[in-house]
């Protein structure tokens, strides 16, 4: 049976909601509640763990990035590592703003002793934060009772296999730079497209915010990302599609890469998507194919010069 997965960095907040009382509180309250371009931390999340087919266990990971402007980039190394084993388990160096959920998994042996922390650090803006994840019982994720599912255990969700997707090799590039990216998706047509429901009345339009005292300097601008795509995972966005499509995302590198479009559906098993970059380095970008259920990925290396 599915369990509920931790939120393990929630807790301070809790504890201070529920510990003050009166005007000095409410002034912290409205203090904490600041919402910030720049200058905060990053949060590895533990998100529970599974078991992979060959017997060993996989522990999932995600992140909250406390900015709601800097995407701070962090190479592996001493400000971002996972220990034992590491510092490199495949996690992501750069980070998109808020948060970001199940981006990665770290695969473990099958006899891992049940008391034994798997620890992911980051430090940034001078601030350092960790996951800690471990094999507690209640933390186990049952891939029949997942993440978007909605509950369902009929014969076409069991039977449902994520897409498999293939990509080409990109020629290293100058700035200005832009690269094409090609991927080839292979999918078994389950789930089936059901098609897009209506949204719900007063919602058909995102809501904006609007007056309010006045903000502090470091207070991000409502509009700030309003020219670019919401990334996947993140809240907000437009509708996905209700069939399979591949999205982009920078994993590894100095900056962020624009993609035009960020989340395509293929024609004949192919999309095509150009990358735009404005700092030079070495990139890993993913490409996350899904069928509205599930997702498989594959990440391409581009070197801009």
Known sequence: MAS?????????????????????????EYTNNFKYNSGQSVQPVFEGWSWAPD??????????????VQEPAIPVGANNNIQPGGPDRGQPTYFYARTQRNMFTVNIPKDWDKK?????TVTVNGKTERAVGWLQLEWEIDPVGGANTGGRTDEEYVKNKPPSITLATVAPVKLPATATLTATLTDDGLPKPRGRGK?????????????????????????ARSARETPPGATGGAARPQGPSVSWIVWRGPGDATFSPRLAEPKDGRTVTTATFTKPGEYVLRAIATDTLKTSSQDVKVTVQ
Request: charged letters at 10%; zero cysteines; a neutral charge.
């Open 199 to 223: 949204p719900a009345v007063g919602q058909e339009t995102p809501p904006t915010l609007q007056g309010g005292s006045e903000a502090p300097v470091n207070v991000p601008a409502v509009a």
């Open 116 to 120: 034994r922390e798997l620890i992911w």
């Open 55 to 68: 017997g060993s266990i996989n522990m999932h990971f995600g992140y909250l990035n406390r900015n709601y």
């Open 4 to 28: 509920r997965l931790p939120l393990l960095f929630a807790a301070g907040a809790a504890v201070l909601m529920l510990g003050a009382s009166g005007p000095s509180a409410q002034q912290a």
